[in-house]
């Protein structure tokens, strides 16, 4: 997951670089940082924490120059350390780097042990520090060749931006599986995010996403920049971004988030119908679907559950009677809407099952005669590995119970998943996706 950006030609580089970030906060809370370059040095400032509890007007301040860097960080398991936040910065032959990444790399172990091996010592637990490495003992006289050189070894899912003193490199790899967009500031700079939903709140011109596979070099005294296509295209963009992980406000390959979950909900009410007095979404995740789903079955929509937009990711919930009130504290239904009523909910997804049961439960005890719960994804039976943070195959519940026993476990009354071919015909077909959740077909071999 990660959300990265790149701010270049701006001399308020590192606040454009904040409120990207900030638009771009569901893409990671656990660790956020920017990196700056004067022209002479690089300064980096990284934090565990939120965007706004990172940064204040002192921090930003104190970040001057016209070209920045920034990064959120998702929490994964086992790494609590302020080393894991990016951006990764690093002095070497040539001068200063700092790189910012989104995506997995698969062979990071293979790479790190080899360098390992030839003396290179790590701080933190990142695949991020490969690319530093594999830079920093290339023997190119230049810093770009130095990139690709590296890049030929690492594979797997990426978007980076590295930064030195005086360029900046924005890369996308060939198969494109994250979302990276470039754009143009209104003074004249340009910006390279993961989503464009942070264009919009920093008044950046979308003009188009990086190709897979593509380099775009920004050099300071340039007013534009220059591409370079390193690597053969083979799109696999990551359907998953458009099921859940984007913002619905952000365009990714030209097609809106928001437009293209309320089409997969169009679908799933086309495939699995049945009769119902609500539809109602589980708050945020299915909103856009639900809509959808309503609009084409003409059941009446409705936000029969209330979120409280409060309860963060860290409470603490160390057993299961502080689990389950925490999921009341974020989560109440309305009671006076559902009582007596035949309920069609709707989510984008069932990962390990927990949320589904307890939505479910919490509409019977307010009343609902039926509860038929429709996902407007298929059965995510395999772990994504190209950095959607997905559970192992042991806990992902599609991976092993089917249809019937995951309906028994959450005891909803009916239980339809959208088709793999419904959510093909949802995304298009004017490029290619990655179903790897779906289908398990892992494609970067
Ligand atoms: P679960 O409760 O484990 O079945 O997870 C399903 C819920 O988590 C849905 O409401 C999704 O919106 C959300 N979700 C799906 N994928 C992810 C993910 N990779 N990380 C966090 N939440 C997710």
Redesign the pocket.
Known sequence: ?CAIVGVFGDNEAARIAYYSLFAMQHRGQEATGISVSSGEHIKTIKKRGLVTDVFDETALKSLAGEMAIGHNRYSTAGSESVLDAQPVFASYKLGELSVVHNGNLINKNEVRNSLIEEGAIFQSSMDTENIIHLIARSHEGHLQDRIIEALKVIKGAYCLCIQSRTKMFAIRDRYGVRPFSLGKLPNGGFIVSSETCAFDLVGAEFIRDIKPGEMIVFEKGSDTYKSIQLFEPDPHICAFEYI??ARPDSDIEGKNVYATRQEMGRALARECQIEADLVIP?PD??VSAALGYANESGIPFEMGIVRNHYVGRTFIEPTQERRDMKVKLKLSPIRSLLKGKRIVVI??????????KRIIRILKEAGASEVHVRIASPTIEHPDRYG???PSYKEL?SANKSVEEIREYIEADTLSFLSIDALKQSLGSDTNYSLVSFDGNYFIK
Do not use: K, L
């Open positions: 997951m859940y992980f589980v995740s299915g989510d984008d997804s069932i990962v390990r099952g927990t949320t589904a959607i943070d997905t519940i």
